[in-house]
C-alpha cells in the first residue's frame, strides 16, 4: 500500500472518531438534566422562593415566566421572607427561549440601601413571554406590578414626535428592543433649554441632543438616567442654542429597557 493512500486511510479515521465524538457530546448536551425549577408570576401572584430554592441548594436558577397584558413596563419588589433578615440576590430577564436580554442586577432587602436595590424595573411589549432568571442567595418573597405606556414617538429623524415647550410625552423601550425613540423640537430664537427626563430603567437611559442643517447633523448635548438617579429623574440645562429644529434621541444601553417621560422649557 501506497504511503499517500495510507494517509488519506488515516485521515478517514480521524474524521469519523471526530464525528463520532460530536454526535455523542450532542446527545449528552440534549439530554442532561438541569436543576433550574419554574414558577409563575403576574400581578395578582405574589412569588416566594424558599430556603431549598437558593442558587446553592438548588445549584440552578428559579425562572418566573411572566407574559405581559400592555405595553410599558413592570416593577418587580422583593420583600424579606423572613422579618430582619436581608433577602439579597441577582436577576435577569430573558426571552421565551430564555436569552438573556439585560445584564445581571442585583437586589437587596437591605435599609443600608436605597429603593434602587429592593424595586428593579424592565420594560415589556404586551402579548410577550418574559422569564425573569433569579438566582437567590436566600429565601425571598417577589411581587408584580405593571405600569402601561402610551408611546408615540417615532423610530427616525423623519418620523419624530414633535415635542412642544412645557409639553411632556411618555415612552417605553422593551427588553431586547434595539430601536431609538426620536422627537423634535423648534426653537425659533437663541435660547438656553433645560430638559428633564424621568424614568424607571433596570440600568441606563441615554438621551442625546442633535441639530440638523441641510448639510450636517451636530450632537449638542448628552446625559443619562441610570436606576440610581436621585427621585428617578435627570436634567439638563443646555448652552444657549440657536433658532432652528432639533432633534431628541433616547436610546438604551448595555441591554436596558424601561420607561421614561420627557420634556422641556426654556430657562435664562
Not at 410625552?169 to 422627537?183: C, H, Q, V
Not at 423648534?186 to 424614568?199: H, V
Amino acid at each position: 500500500m501506497s504511503r499517500k493512500i495510507q494517509l488519506r486511510l488515516f485521515f478517514m479515521m480521524f474524521l469519523a472518531v471526530v464525528f463520532s465524538c460530536v454526535i455523542s457530546t450532542s446527545a449528552f448536551a440534549a439530554t442532561k438534566e438541569t436543576n433550574d425549577i419554574t414558577k409563575k408570576i403576574s400581578s395578582k401572584k405574589t412569588v416566594s422562593i424558599s430556603a431549598d430554592e437558593t442558587y446553592k441548594k438548588l445549584k440552578g436558577f428559579v425562572y418566573l415566566k411572566y407574559k405581559s397584558t400592555l405595553n410599558g413596563y413592570v416593577k418587580l419588589t422583593f420583600n424579606e421572607a423572613k422579618s430582619g433578615v436581608e433577602s439579597k440576590g441577582h436577576l435577569w430577564i430573558t426571552s421565551k427561549s430564555k436569552y438573556n436580554l439585560s445584564n445581571h442586577e442585583f437586589y437587596s432587602t437591605s435599609k443600608a440601601y436605597t429603593n434602587s436595590y429592593k424595586n428593579v424595573y424592565y420594560g415589556v411589549k404586551k402579548g410577550q413571554t418574559y422569564y425573569f432568571k433569579i438566582q437567590a442567595d436566600n429565601a425571598v418573597k417577589i411581587s408584580l406590578k405593571e405600569y402601561k405606556i402610551n408611546d408615540k414617538s417615532g423610530h427616525s429623524m423623519k418620523k419624530a414626535l414633535n415635542l412642544k415647550a412645557k409639553k411632556t410625552l411618555k415612552g417605553y423601550m422593551a427588553a431586547g428592543n434595539t430601536e431609538d425613540d426620536y422627537y423634535k423640537i423648534t426653537l425659533k430664537d437663541k435660547q438656553k433649554i433645560n430638559i428633564t427626563l424621568k424614568g424607571y430603567t433596570n440600568n441606563a437611559l441615554n438621551m442625546t441632543m442633535y441639530m440638523v442643517t441641510d448639510t450636517h447633523i451636530f450632537r449638542q448635548g448628552q446625559f443619562t438616567l441610570r436606576y440610581t438617579s436621585p427621585n428617578h429623574t435627570v436634567n439638563y440645562k443646555s448652552k444657549k442654542l440657536k433658532a432652528g429644529t432639533y432633534y431628541l434621541v433616547i436610546s438604551n444601553g448595555s441591554k436596558s429597557s424601561g420607561a421614561y417621560s420627557i420634556s422641556w422649557k426654556k430657562v435664562s
